[in-house]
């Protein structure tokens, strides 16, 4: 099993892939994280969150 | 008196009445009780009996092609007391803002809420509110203001059909009957009066019976209203009322769900909220009424093995759950293992949430109720439901969910998740449209505007009074007349306007007077 780390390492990768444009890793197991900026909120798999939020959870 | 149709007892009816109401319900009920105080002589006519049937409720089986819809003979009750002998009791007042005209909402009531407000105390005492006004909104912190924290009144709930029982029975100006099945309203050679109305019970072969009156009220419910007026065809063929084909039309519901998840920060004072947007926020964004209700989730706690199993896998703190969630975490993270392990410990460390919707829909002409080829036993073809929603209806879902989201975010309340399906690039109900129908609850047993009031009869189907327009002595009472639907419970709204339909057909219908020449 995957540590949470890694998962949440997968995760920011693939955070990063989608707003850059990049193809998504084929072996990843996490879901991707898909974040929409709203104004001074932000989407994130249909959560809605703040920045701080997003830094704790180390997607910004 | 409150007689059978079936039972030589209908001979009560041989002579005429100074108004026949079809369906017992909360406005034909509340409009003969009305009546009657007044000294006018009332036959109130029930399809159903005092307890449910299967022959009386199979009557309301349809077809359903659009959005999916809960099954039609089930989403009604057809008994002595109507829809409120099932109905949760939740009551609410229409807000000002939801009978005017708005640049997304075109179509809206020719009345306005002070129409309505002076039956306020009486619906309220009919209901048992305790309070006979509706409270005001309550305080609500926000760095916006995008909402109003409103709240509701809850019924006992009063199953009419059971309180006003005896005092119908009583009621010398009342004769009511049980098992008496509308077949037909008979128009006069003007084509405009109705002069009789005509019933059959449950017997076989029975001929059946007609009732005199100077005025009818139909009072059957936003489905079946139509159904019958679009049915009535023989000396009308397009039914009677429809001159201008808006019989059925503008069919509305309340779209709503359950739609999001809410994690709390902190454990909340308030079991429920409730919160509306401000008729500002609405003009701002272009959207339709609704109400978020967010509900502290208040479940019984699995066993402790099965607590400790899920806590294993998901007790972390209010981040990293969030983290866990996002991601698409063990599954009963949320609403099993840490939170049913806390909650034997600490149960308010772990606070979570439902936040259901309900919305004003939009008054769309091709959402309608038609008549189906099949027949129901007594020959009178059964309805078609052709439920629509539009983009502004979805619009409204998600700019409402995410205006909460954001709320709770700023307040740091807790985070809301909006559903997959809703973030879709043409959203749709669940359940899909016309294909294979669930029975997906999708709304909330409010079936309104398909004989909507307007002052235009290009508009509507009743004018301000719930005349038909075009008929001299044909009324409707319920939910079918609404103008348009806001968010509110239907059911208060429906006594007030019935109660107003009393005061109009008191002032109208003096004693002994000709129809045709009062009600000019």
């Given amino acids: 099993m995957r540590s949470r780390r890694s998962l949440l390492k997968s995760a920011m990768m693939l955070a990063l892939g989608v707003s850059a444009g990049l193809p998504a890793p084929a072996a990843a197991a996490a879901p991707p994280v898909r974040i929409i900026r709203q104004g001074k909120f932000f989407l994130v798999n249909g959560w809605v969150l703040t920045a701080e939020d997003l830094r704790k959870l180390r997607l910004l | ?520």
């Fill in chain 2, 1 to 520: 008196m409150i007689l059978d149709a079936g039972s030589p007892d209908r001979g009560a009816f041989a002579r005429p009445f100074d108004i026949c109401i079809v369906g017992s319900g909360p406005a034909g009920m509340t409009l003969a009780r009305s009546l009657a105080a007044r000294g006018f002589d009332v036959a109130l006519m029930e399809g159903g009996s005092f307890d449910v049937t299967v022959e009386s409720q199979e009557m309301y089986a349809g077809e359903i092609v659009g959005l999916d819809y809960m099954d039609l003979d089930v989403v009604r009750i057809r008994v002595f007391g109507g829809c409120s002998e099932h109905w949760s009791g939740r009551t609410g007042v229409i807000p000002a803002h939801d009978f005017l005209p708005m640049p997304q909402r075109p179509l809206a009531w020719p009345i306005t809420k002070a129409d309505l407000d002076p039956y306020q105390p009486e619906a309220s005492e009919i209901f048992e509110l305790g309070l006979a006004w509706q409270p005001p909104d309550l305080a609500l912190p926000q760095a916006e203001q995008r909402f109003r924290n409103i709240q509701f009144r809850q019924s006992p709930p009063v199953r009419m059909g059971q309180k006003y029982r005896d005092e119908i029975a009583a009621n010398p100006r009342i004769t009511a009957a049980i098992n008496a099945n509308l077949v037909d309203m008979r128009l006069g050679p003007d084509l405009a009066t109705v002069t009789g109305a005509v019933f059959r019970s449950y017997e076989p072969d029975d001929p059946g019976f007609t009732v005199s009156a100077r005025v009818f009220a139909l009072c059957l419910g936003g489905f079946e209203t139509p159904r019958m007026m679009l049915n009535f065809n023989s000396q009308k063929p397009a039914g009677i009322g429809n001159d201008n084909d808006l019989v059925g039309r503008y069919f509305c519901e309340h779209p709503s769900r359950e739609m999001a998840l809410a994690i709390y920060t902190h454990r909340r004072e308030i079991m429920q909220d409730n919160y509306a947007p401000t008729p500002e926020f609405m003009e701002r964004e272009g959207i339709l009424d609704f109400i978020l209700r967010v509900t502290w989730r208040d479940r019984a706690p699995k066993s402790l093995a099965d607590s400790l199993k899920g806590a294993l896998e998901c007790a972390t703190p209010f981040t990293e759950r969030l983290g866990a969630r996002i991601r698409g975490g063990p599954r009963d993270c949320l609403w099993g293992g840490d939170e049913e392990f806390h909650r034997l410990h600490d149960p308010d460390a772990y606070p979570s949430g439902t936040v259901w919707m309900a919305c004003e829909q939009s008054l769309i002409r091709d959402s309608r109720v038609m008549l189906a080829e099949e027949t129901d036993a007594f020959g009178l073809r059964r309805m078609r439901l052709d439920w629509k929603l539009d983009e502004i209806d979805y619009r409204t879902m998600l700019t409402g969910l995410t205006a909460l989201g954001q709320h709770f975010a700023e307040q740091d309340i807790g985070r809301i998740r909006i559903p997959d399906w809703l973030l879709a690039d043409n959203p749709r109900l669940p359940g899909g449209a016309g294909a294979v129908h669930s029975g997906d609850w999708n709304g909330g047993y409010h079936q309104m505007c398909t004989t909507r009031m307007a002052d235009d009869p290009r508009e509507g189907v009743v004018d301000r009074n719930c005349r038909v327009h075009g008929m001299d002595n044909l009324y409707i009472g319920g939910s079918s007349v609404f103008g348009s639907p806001s968010y509110v419970n239907p059911t208060y709204t429906i006594v007030q306007l019935a109660l107003r339909l009393g005061d109009h057909l008191g002032a109208v219908l003096p004693a002994g007077g000709v129809v045709g020449e009062v009600l000019q």
